[in-house]
């Protein structure tokens, strides 16, 4: 879960989110623009290229965002991540997470970042452990080492589904430690880690290890939050709805093609970034391919209910501000 240790630097750069920002290497279309008809759009990353993401380079490679009038570029994030970028007007999208976007959201400044879309429909991240060590449920942590990014809304979290669960949280051994190998950690100091499946659970699969999983959403409603989301600067999308619709409209086909042909997706987000474990992102594909959408009919949309509940949670226990109703997100740009 290396989000949280980047975010924690994120969080305390708010107040220059509007400032200027360092060049990234890009990923082009190599459509070119030579007769002024292409709009050039830039997609800024929260970490690098997973499954998470692939829908998007579908599209590059598929050619949905030329076919939409669009010359995407895919960056990577800067230091103090995506949602600065696409605040300062550097990048028109990003991804990020919904639980980073309460201090954005709370920000003396007003922020123009809006969430338009849900990459994923549930909350798939949790606490791995190594089967051997029996923790089957959050109450099984009490003397365990769990490596900690020392924030406060990691730690609530966890103290959360550790108490709903009857447990005493008190008893969790908290170790600051940044985990840049789950499979190596959980073999050596650490008993419990927090993270997303699709990718470090299904790596610590392919390495062998026998692991239980806890997620958060399965313990808390509140904590079924949306992770990762796009989002768009609010000025350049209701100044060019044409085109963030586009955008969006190209990027829908291809995460649809990655539903419908997991194999064939993996494989086109291997091309485009060979360094990834091919082994990895084929089994991570086959895995998200159902949570895309999950049950719902439309790509990307995202429930108001479920949206506000979590920052009702965060808000209630003095993790954040309060956040109005319906605040920060919009599905009107989404296609039907």
Known sequence: ????????????????????????????????????????????????????????????????????????????????GATTMVASGKAQFGIDFQDYLAPVFTSEEKV????????????????????????????????????????PVEKAMLQNIVEADGGDFSKVELIPEYVENEAAALQQDIDAIW???AWAGISCKQQGLDTNMIYFKDITPEFDYYSPVIIGNTDWMSANPDTA???????????????????KAADILCQQVPELDKNLVK???????????????RWGYIDQARWD???????DNKLSDAIPAGYGFTNDYLPE
């Open 112 to 151: 123009p970042v809006t969430a338009v879309a849900a990459l994923i429909q549930h909350n798939t991240s949790g606490i791995i452990s190594l089967k051997e060590d029996g923790i089957t449920s959050p109450k099984g942590l009490e003397g365990k080492k769990y490596a900690t990014w020392d924030l």
């Open 283 to 297: 089994e991570s594909q086959e895995w998200l391919a159902s949570q895309y959408k999950a049950e719902v009919s």
């Open 245 to 263: 619709k586009a955008f969006l409209e190209a990027t829908k086909k291809g995460y649809e093609l990655a539903i419908s042909d997991p194999a």
């Open 1 to 80: 879960m290396k989000y949280f240790f980047r975010k924690a630097a994120s969080v305390a750069l708010m107040g220059s989110l509007l400032m200027g920002m360092a060049a990234c290497n890009a990923k082009t279309d190599e459509s070119k623009d030579v007769d002024g008809k292409l709009t050039d759009i830039t997609l800024v990353l929260d970490w690098t290229p997973n499954t998470n993401h692939t829908g998007f380079y579908v599209a590059l490679a598929e050619g949905y965002y030329k076919d939409a009038g669009l010359n995407v570029s895919i960056v990577q994030p800067p230091e103090d």
């Open 195 to 197: 993270v997303y499946y």
């Open 309 to 315: 509940r979590f920052f009702k949670w965060l808000s």
